[in-house]
């Protein structure tokens, strides 16, 4: 729980101060909201399922979820990379017996 010194409990960011922030820390462009993406991203590449985040963020469709949950596509190496193909076995195997020779 957040307070000012009133005592008085705070239910949202202040503005003014996250305006300051970004000023101060020599930041350009950068809203309060952006951070939502962010946290949306992290959790995807950190393997949260879309519906658990769709949860978590209250958004009340995947395709919502999608829009805020943008991607680099590091995390989905080790999924693209489970699956080889005949083709690049047989290349691999042909690299490994040129390397030996």
Sequence with gaps: MFT???NKRVYDIDRRDF???CQLSGIDNFHFHDLRHT???WHVQ???PLYTLKNLGGWGT???VNKYAHLN???MLNFANNVT???QS???TLNKIARNS
């Design 90 to 92: 047989t290349i691999d």
């Design 19 to 21: 305006k300051q922030a």
């Design 46 to 48: 950190a393997g949260t």
């Design 85 to 87: 193909f005949t083709a």
């Design 39 to 41: 946290w949306a991203s």
């Design 4 to 6: 000012r010194s009133t």
């Design 73 to 75: 596509a590091d995390h």
């Design 62 to 64: 995947l395709e919502m």
